[in-house]
DNA sequence: AATTTTACCGAAAACGTTTTCGAAATGATC
DNA sequence: GATCATTTCGAAAACGTTTTCGGTAAAATT
């Protein structure tokens, strides 16, 4: 019931260790003929190499490991799915941790993948991480790291994103476009550097057209397990302080589904008395009434191309090249839908 | 930028390996002097064991895997949430693969899986697997397997499921309470067992409470991706078939809210004119309208459940101790909503 | 003072593979 | 028949750790 080693072979054919590696690998030294031997009697064992061993040799895993805030969600799920199928194709498997959303974990984790030896690392941050100096040692310690969605602008490393300034722009220019004068921003927390660039883009459409910023109109909102509750938290203090309110540019659809689902209680008509544009997409997002129009974040595009990036540096340091670190930028599009129907 | 090893601490300090691996795991045959010196220097070198080094010595790499037919999906990312939750805390990593519902690729994955040496394997079956010989071959080379939600009866092993005959039976019950005549049921593929189960358990229900069980009102949903159309396309069927039917029990939410969506459209009041109940509980049917009574599945309990079972059985490998499988059932429980009050 | 016990340390084997390098055997060339 | 090239193989080191088994020296016991 043991696994089958080199040895084993070596010794029912009467030949050394050695050779029997080598045929496996298809050396150029070695006759046709004890290759063909070795093959079979490999074949009808079932030999498979001792994965611990190879990698103890050859000083690589074939495995990275994914850090991300939050499994149970449309978006980063949808990550995970790209990462682990394009993973799969190029034989590596995906260790998955999840941060929490939380620095001191994703610190931990860092290390524990780091121990682990994984051969590249892919993550989006949490939110409340501010020092980044794990990340630089994943990278002093000549290891390939990829972020995508919630990235740290200054840390050197590949990073895939989405322009988020400009889909804030577009989403809230359609807002302009439809007729709406006073257009409000459910923003998500401070640190993120996507809430950050959602906000600018949000800012920059009003004052492009000639719709002065309001700070006031900018409510925050804590995204993590109870975005839903927060959406209509902030929902209802708007139609409190500012009822004359026409739209919305809500961060994030969980959020914005909170907040419909507030207003449709408080008999508020979507989009005649408010309109509203989330962000991501959520497949709740077309089901839900009225339907919501959103910002599309391709997941499953930016889990593909951030681990085609990893695979790239991974192949890079081991042949002691160069490798150039990326900064790709995956178009989005507005989803037109009932919330901003005129 | 070489990692550290214990040869090097060893040099430095002109003692052997031997002492300094000691010293690092508290054998009682270093004396304190020696322990404290090898202790502090191994943490200003920032010494981290090498993991390939240990799992060959060891024969065991605190990593298991996970086979779970698809992740986008609020129940299966519960689950894999409620795993690696429970995984990290025992010091143990998880490798995720998804097997898209096809047999052959579950079958590649064990493969990938075993080869990789993982200390044990949680999985949840494809939706097309009916030879079990792949799962056989994982418990015969002494590897933990822990199946949960869909599972094969026949494989002898650990299992984590819910009642799901009964849940079936207690949302059948439901909508006969509230006055439903003629039921029909949308069920899930042929072959899972949990499809299997919840139809047993609507027709039970049915028989039980008088009502005669009629074939022709059980529509088959061939749940995957599309499982959204598949609740529309058969709900648009059941309109022009059987304009009598008061009731639905359906195998999945997802499906469910296809239908409610094509009931909607069509004009069909809920509950009014046809009263609804899903099965899992996705946070989605708590905001669509009407809101979705359901069967609460609980993910995030089964993951945790499953992992400490592998453990437990992975502990008692290691010390070569029977190990007892164990079935475990969690409770559901019937959440009512609006597409059943009356 | 001889013996036993205790405390501490290290040599060496083992885990299973990969790869370098040299050796042996065969064939080709002059 | 001597030399050289080619083909085929294997010994050995290495990857970094863990653990068994002795061994030495000091302390404790007679």
Redesign the interface.
């Known amino acids: 019931?043991k696994?089958v080693t080199l040895r084993e072979i070596a010794n029912k054919l009467n030949i050394s260790v050695t050779t029997v590696s080598k045929a496996l690998k298809d050396y150029p030294d070695v006759s046709p003929k004890t290759k063909a031997l070795v093959k079979e009697l490999a074949s009808t064992l079932n030999y498979?190499?001792?994965?611990?061993?190879v990698?103890?040799r050859t000083r690589e895993?074939k495995?990275i490991g994914l850090i991300i805030p939050v499994?149970?969600?449309?978006f980063f799920?949808?990550v995970?799915?790209g990462i682990?199928?394009q993973a799969?194709k190029k034989g590596y498997?995906?260790?998955?941790?999840?941060s929490n959303e939380s620095y001191e974990l994703e610190k931990k984790q860092i290390e524990?993948l780091?121990?682990?030896?994984v051969d590249g690392i892919i993550m989006s941050l949490a939110n409340d991480t501010v020092d980044f100096k794990h990340l630089v040692d994943v990278i002093?310690?000549?290891k390939p790291l990829v972020m995508f969605d919630k990235i740290a602008k200054i840390v050197n490393c590949s990073k895939v994103i989405i322009d988020d300034r400009k889909a804030a722009y577009d989403a809230t220019k359609h807002l302009i476009d439809i007729g709406c004068k006073r257009i409000a921003h459910f923003r998500g927390s401070l640190l993120p550097q996507n809430s950050i660039d959602r906000f600018l883009g949000y800012r920059k459409a009003l004052t492009d057209h000639g719709i002065s910023y309001d700070p006031s109109l900018v409510y925050i909102c804590e995204c993590d397990e109870k975005s839903?509750e927060e959406g209509k938290k902030n929902a209802l203090l708007l139609m409190k302080e500012h009822k004359d309110v026409d739209g919305i540019f809500i961060n994030t659809d969980l959020v914005a589904?909170g907040a419909i689902?507030e207003f449709?209680e408080a008999g508020v008509k979507i989009p005649e008395d408010i309109a509203i544009v989330g962000f991501s997409n959520w497949?709740?997002s077309s089901?839900?009434?009225p339907s919501l129009t959103t910002i599309d974040q391709p997941g499953l595009k930016m889990g593909k191309a951030a681990f085609k990036q990893l695979y790239k540096e991974i192949q890079s340091m081991k042949k002691n090249e160069p490798i150039y670190y990326q900064q790709i930028v995956l178009k989005t599009k507005l989803i037109e839908r009932e919330s901003t129907r005129v």
């Open positions: 019931m696994p498979k190499p001792n994965a611990f061993a990698n103890l895993s495995t499994i149970v969600h449309h799920s949808n995970i799915k682990i199928a799969e498997l995906v260790i998955i941790l999840q524990l780091m121990n682990q030896r002093n310690n000549d839903f589904i689902s449709n497949f709740m089901i839900i009434s």
